[in-house]
Nanobody, 123 residues
Framework: QVQLVESGGGLVQAGDSLRLSCAAS????????MAWFRQVPGKEREFVAGISWGPGYTPYADSVKGRFTISRDNAKNTVYLQMNSLKPEDTAVYYCAASRRNYGPRSYEYDYWGQGTQVTVSS
């Protein structure tokens, strides 16, 4: 069992930056691939970025490529999402997720989810 707790969301202006954190419980964090998804009301949950078990593989959604960076610190059981040059269309609830199988965009491959943190970008 893995518990995920996101933090770092908030209200910012367009062009600002935010860093989201996701703290994981348990001693097997390094055996999970991690990802960030986001969701707005009335729409499906959308893949944002993923990161493999060790360093190296970090796929991104086209809409955030070049602006967002995912990283992980296995010693701290934490995954991060650095978000720069934020746009109003980035407004959503952001969720972190853990998977033993993959770090790609298919949400059904993720076994554990956090409760989400709201990010609001004003124009």
């Amino acid at each position: 069992q893995v518990q995920l707790v996101e933090s770092g969301g908030g209200l910012v202006q367009a062009g600002d930056s935010l860093r989201l954190s996701c703290a994981a419980s348990g001693r097997t964090f390094s055996s999970y691939a991690m990802a960030w998804f986001r969701q707005v009301p009335g729409k499906e949950r959308e893949f944002v970025a993923g990161i493999s078990w060790g360093p190296g593989y970090t796929p991104y959604a086209d809409s955030v490529k070049g602006r967002f960076t995912i990283s992980r610190d296995n010693a701290k059981n934490t995954v991060y999402l650095q978000m720069n040059s934020l746009k109003p269309e980035d407004t959503a609830v952001y969720y972190c997720a853990a998977s033993r199988r993959n770090y790609g965009p298919r949400s059904y491959e993720y076994d554990y989810w956090g409760q989400g943190t709201q990010v609001t970008v004003s124009s």
